[in-house]
Nanobody, 119 residues
Framework: QVQLVESGGGLVQAGGSLRLSCAAS????????MGWYRQAPGKQRDWVAE???????NYADSVKGRFTISRDNAKNTVYLQMNSLKPEDTAVYYC?????????????WGQGTQVTVSS
């Protein structure tokens, strides 16, 4: 089992910044790629960013140039630095891990952290 705990959400004005953290525990040796997703009320859960154990990153077009994903393997923690926030960034943000064990991929999710951006 993998446990993921997000933190760092809150209320900010448009143009402001937040830094989200995701601490992983449990069977973390199986984790390669980790990512961030977000879900607004009445909307689907959308992919935001991902990072591999080697440090390669990818971003959704909507956040490219504004958000930065990083990880500290020693601390088993993934971060999402969110700059130039817009009201449309308002959502619950979820940390995701997809370990592969014996050829089977598992999905793990954190409890989510609310990000609200006011105009």
């Amino acid at each position: 089992q993998v446990q993921l705990v997000e933190s760092g959400g809150g209320l900010v004005q448009a143009g402001g910044s937040l830094r989200l953290s995701c601490a992983a525990s449990g069977s973390i040796f199986n984790i390669n790629t980790m990512g961030w997703y977000r879900q607004a009320p009445g909307k689907q859960r959308d992919w935001v960013a991902e990072i591999t154990s080697g440090g390669s990153t990818n971003y959704a077009d909507s956040v490219k140039g504004r958000f930065t994903i990083s990880r500290d393997n020693a601390k088993n923690t993934v971060y999402l630095q969110m700059n130039s926030l817009k009201p449309e960034d308002t959502a619950v943000y979820y940390c995701n891990a997809m370990p592969v064990v014996a050829g089977i991929m598992y999905n793990y999710w954190g409890q989510g952290t609310q990000v609200t951006v006011s105009s």
